[in-house]
C-alpha cells in the first residue's frame, strides 16, 4: 500500500470516527495528540483534522511538529483567511520555542475570528511561553468568559494560575470545571475529569502546605554573604515583576533564610501574598515591616497603611483603625493616614471620631475642601432636632417659639447648608448690592463664622436661577424645554414657579460648559452608578457560588442563628451586603462546591429554604427534655454569645 494511500486512510479513519474526530478513548491523552499529528501526512488536507490536532497536541516534539507546519502552510496557501492556519502555526512556533511569533500568528488568528474559544487558549498560552504571564491569564479569563460553561477552557486557566502559584483561583476554576465535565457525555470529558481532578487534588495539597508553613522566619544561613544575600532579593523582584507569583513566592521564601529581618523583604513579601489571596499572612507581614521599618517613620506608616487597607478587605474595620492609629503614630502628619482613619470610622459609625479626625486633616492640609465640607456634612448631620432649631432662628428661619423644628424646617436647613457649603455666602455677597438682612454672624469654636439668612437663601436661588438659565441657554437649550430638565436621578430642575430646585441648584453648581448632566424631557432616566457597581459586584459574586436573598430572608437569618451583623457579615459566614443607591441587596454563598463555601456557612442556605417553605419556627422554649429522664440541656443557637458554637 502506498504511503499516499495510507494517508488518506488514516485521515479517513480519524474524521469519520463520530463526525467530530472523536476517535480516542477518554484514557490515551498523549497516545491521542500522537495519532492526531501521526495522521497530518503530506496529502492530508483535513482542516477538521488540523484543528484537532491543535487542540490535542501540547507542545509537540520536533518529529511531529514539522507535520503541523506543513499542514498549516498547504492550509494558508489555498485559503490566507482561515484563522485555522494561523493558529496552526502559532501552536507549531510555541513548541518550537519561536514564542514572539507564535503571538503574533495567535493575534492574526484572533482578528479574523475574534468568536472561538481555541484562539484564545493558544493565544493564552503563546503569551505564557512568551514570559508574560500577566497578559497570558488576561487572555484565557477573556476566553472563559466567551465559552463559560466550558470545562476545558476553565481547566486551561486553572492550569496557568496553579503554574503561577495562584491557587486560591487555581482552585476556583478546577471546581468550576468538574460539575461541566461531569455533565458532558463525549469521550474527552472522562479524560478531562481525570485531569481536573488531579489538578484539584494537587491545588488543595499545595495550599494545605502553605497554611500549615510555620511562618517564623528560620535562623540565616552562616554562610550567606551580603551579595548572595542581594542576588536572592534581586531574583525575587524580577520574578514578582514578571508576576509569576509561584516562583516568586518560593524565591522569596529563599531570602528569608539569609534576610529573616529585612524590612524590605517584608514590605515587598506582603503584596505577594495578598495577591495570592492569602490575606492573613500579607496582612501580618505588613504588620512585621512596619515594625522592621520603626527607624523609618515614613515607611512604617506606610506599611501600616497597607495593613489596614488588608484588614478593610478582610471585612475587619475594627483591625483597620488601629492600624490607622499606629500609622499615626509613626507619622502623625501622614495625610493617608488620616483620610483612611477618617473613612473607617465612617464606617463604622464613629462619627465624633470621623469629625475629630477629620479636623486633623484639615490642621495638616487647611486648603482640603473635600475635608472641609465632609466635616460640615457631619456635624449637620449629628446636631440634634433642638440643635437644628437654634440654627433656623439664627438663620431667621424659624420662630423662636416654636418647641420643635417641622419637617419642612429640617428640609430647609438642609438645603441652607448645602447652599452655605458650596460657597453661597460670597456668592450672595459679590452679587447683592447690599448684604444687609442677607448674612448673620455664627460664633463657632474657631472663631466667627457667617451664615445664611432665610432671605440670603432667597437671594443665593434667586441670583442661581439666573446664572443656571444663561449657562443652560449657552448650551443650546431653548425656554421651551428649559423648565422642563430634569437632574440624572430624575428630580425637576425648576419648580412651577421657575426657580431652581434644590436638586436643579446641584445641578448648575456641579455643571461644566460641554459636560452635560441633565435629561431633556424625553430622555430616560439612566441606571445610578452606585447600582450599576452594585450590579457588577453582584454578578461577580454569583460566578463564585452566591445568590441574593431578599431582605426578610436576611433578617430572618439574623434571627435564627442570633448571630450579630457584624459576625454574619465577616469570614467565615461572609455575607455580603450591597448598596445599589436605593436600598440595600444581600448575597449568600449557596453553592457547596464553590471555594466561598465553608464549614460554618454551609449551614445558612439552608435555613433560607427553611424559611421559604413556611418553616420558620423558632418555638420550643430554651433547653432540650434530658434524655430518658436526665437533665435537660440547654439549646444552642447558631451563634452564642456574639460568636459562632462550635461546641467549646
Same mark, same amino acid.
Given at each position: ?87 496552526? !502555526?502559532?501552536?507549531?512556533? #510555541?513548541?518550537? $520555542?519561536? %514564542?514572539?511569533? =507564535?503571538?503574533? @500568528?495567535? +493575534?492574526? *488568528?484572533? &482578528?479574523?475570528?475574534?468568536? !472561538?474559544?481555541?484562539?484564545? #487558549?493558544?493565544? $493564552?498560552? %503563546?503569551?505564557? =511561553?512568551?514570559? @508574560?504571564? +500577566?497578559? *497570558?491569564? &488576561? ?13 476545558? %477552557? ?8 496553579? *503554574? ?25 470529558? *472522562? ?17 494545605s502546605a502553605a497554611r500549615t508553613k510555620p511562618r517564623t522566619a528560620p535562623r540565616p544561613s552562616a554562610q550567606a554573604s551580603p551579595k548572595e544575600a542581594e542576588n536572592c532579593l534581586d531574583k525575587f523582584k524580577t520574578e514578582f515583576l514578571k508576576d509569576n507569583l509561584g516562583s516568586a513566592l518560593a524565591q522569596s521564601d529563599a531570602c528569608l533564610k539569609l534576610l529573616p529581618a529585612s524590612a524590605p523583604l517584608a514590605a515587598e513579601r506582603a503584596p505577594l501574598l495578598v495577591r495570592l489571596g492569602r490575606y492573613e499572612e500579607g496582612v501580618k507581614e505588613y504588620e512585621r515591616a512596619a515594625l522592621l521599618y520603626s527607624p523609618n517613620p515614613q515607611m512604617a506608616a506606610f506599611c501600616r497603611i497597607k495593613a489596614a487597607e488588608t484588614w478593610l478587605k478582610l471585612g475587619d474595620s475594627g483591625k483597620a483603625v488601629a492600624q490607622y492609629q499606629l ?322
Amino acid at each position: 500500500m502506498s504511503l499516499h494511500l495510507k494517508s488518506l486512510l488514516a485521515a479517513a479513519a480519524l474524521f469519520c470516527a463520530a463526525g467530530g474526530a472523536r476517535l480516542y478513548s477518554a484514557d490515551r491523552g498523549p497516545a491521542r495528540a500522537e495519532e492526531a499529528l501521526a495522521a497530518l501526512g503530506p496529502a492530508t488536507d483535513s482542516r477538521e483534522l488540523l484543528l484537532r490536532a491543535v487542540e490535542l497536541a501540547g507542545d509537540p516534539a520536533a518529529g511531529r511538529s514539522a507535520a503541523l507546519e506543513a499542514s498549516a502552510r498547504r492550509l494558508l496557501a489555498k485559503d490566507p483567511s482561515d484563522y485555522a492556519g494561523y493558529l496552526a !502555526l502559532c501552536k507549531y512556533l #510555541r513548541g518550537a $520555542g519561536r %514564542a514572539q511569533e =507564535a503571538v503574533s @500568528n495567535c +493575534r492574526r *488568528a484572533l &482578528e479574523l475570528d475574534p468568536t !472561538l474559544y481555541p484562539v484564545y #487558549r493558544e493565544l $493564552g498560552l %503563546a503569551y505564557a =511561553a512568551a514570559g @508574560n504571564p +500577566r497578559k *497570558a491569564s &488576561e487572555t484565557l479569563e477573556q476566553g472563559v468568559e466567551l465559552s463559560s460553561s466550558s470545562y476545558k %477552557a476553565r481547566y486551561d486557566l486553572a492550569r496557568l494560575f496553579e *503554574a503561577r502559584g495562584d491557587l486560591e483561583r487555581a482552585a476556583l476554576q478546577y471546581g468550576r470545571a468538574l460539575p461541566l465535565a461531569a455533565k458532558d457525555k463525549g469521550e474527552d470529558a *472522562a479524560y478531562y475529569q481525570a485531569l481536573i481532578k488531579a489538578g484539584s487534588r494537587r491545588t488543595a495539597g499545595k495550599r494545605s502546605a502553605a497554611r500549615t508553613k510555620p511562618r517564623t522566619a528560620p535562623r540565616p544561613s552562616a554562610q550567606a554573604s551580603p551579595k548572595e544575600a542581594e542576588n536572592c532579593l534581586d531574583k525575587f523582584k524580577t520574578e514578582f515583576l514578571k508576576d509569576n507569583l509561584g516562583s516568586a513566592l518560593a524565591q522569596s521564601d529563599a531570602c528569608l533564610k539569609l534576610l529573616p529581618a529585612s524590612a524590605p523583604l517584608a514590605a515587598e513579601r506582603a503584596p505577594l501574598l495578598v495577591r495570592l489571596g492569602r490575606y492573613e499572612e500579607g496582612v501580618k507581614e505588613y504588620e512585621r515591616a512596619a515594625l522592621l521599618y520603626s527607624p523609618n517613620p515614613q515607611m512604617a506608616a506606610f506599611c501600616r497603611i497597607k495593613a489596614a487597607e488588608t484588614w478593610l478587605k478582610l471585612g475587619d474595620s475594627g483591625k483597620a483603625v488601629a492600624q490607622y492609629q499606629l500609622a499615626l503614630k509613626a507619622n502623625p502628619r501622614d495625610l493617608n493616614a488620616l483620610k483612611g482613619l477618617a473613612s473607617a470610622q465612617e464606617a463604622r459609625s464613629d462619627m465624633k471620631g470621623a469629625l475629630e479626625t477629620y479636623g486633623e486633616i484639615l490642621k495638616a492640609a487647611p486648603g482640603d475642601e473635600k475635608a472641609r465640607i465632609r466635616r460640615e456634612e457631619l456635624r449637620a448631620g449629628s446636631l440634634t432636632d433642638k440643635e437644628v432649631l437654634q440654627e433656623l432662628v439664627l438663620r431667621q428661619a424659624a420662630d423662636p417659639a416654636k418647641a420643635a423644628p417641622s419637617e419642612e424646617d429640617l428640609k430647609l436647613f438642609k438645603n441652607i447648608r448645602a447652599a452655605e457649603l458650596a460657597g453661597g455666602v460670597d456668592y450672595v455677597r459679590a452679587r447683592a448690592p447690599s448684604a444687609k438682612g442677607l448674612i448673620a454672624q455664627r460664633k463657632a469654636g474657631e472663631g466667627p463664622r457667617l451664615v445664611l439668612t432665610a432671605a440670603g437663601y432667597k437671594a443665593y436661588i434667586f441670583h442661581a436661577t439666573r446664572d443656571a438659565i444663561k449657562f443652560l441657554e449657552g448650551e443650546g437649550i431653548g425656554l421651551r424645554e428649559m423648565f422642563q430638565l430634569r437632574t440624572l436621578a430624575g428630580d425637576k430642575a425648576f419648580d412651577a414657579a421657575g426657580k431652581l430646585t434644590p436638586e436643579g441648584e446641584e445641578l448648575w453648581r456641579t455643571s461644566a460648559k460641554g459636560k452635560k448632566n441633565w435629561l431633556l424631557p424625553y430622555e430616560p432616566v439612566p441606571a445610578s452608578p452606585q447600582a450599576v457597581q452594585a450590579n457588577k459586584e453582584i454578578t461577580e459574586l454569583e460566578k463564585s457560588g452566591y445568590r441574593e436573598i431578599s431582605e426578610p430572608e436576611y433578617l430572618w437569618l439574623l434571627k435564627v442563628t442570633t448571630c450579630p451583623e457584624d459576625v454574619l457579615k465577616t469570614p467565615p459566614l461572609n455575607v455580603k451586603e450591597i448598596r445599589d443607591g436605593a436600598r440595600s441587596r444581600y448575597m449568600l454563598c449557596y453553592q457547596a462546591s464553590e471555594i466561598c463555601m465553608t464549614n460554618e456557612n454551609i449551614k445558612l442556605p439552608q435555613l433560607v429554604e427553611q424559611y421559604r417553605s413556611g418553616e420558620a419556627d423558632l418555638s420550643g422554649g430554651e433547653s432540650h427534655t434530658g434524655f430518658f429522664g436526665g437533665a435537660a440541656s440547654k439549646k444552642r443557637r447558631f451563634c452564642e454569645n456574639g460568636r459562632i458554637w462550635r461546641g467549646e
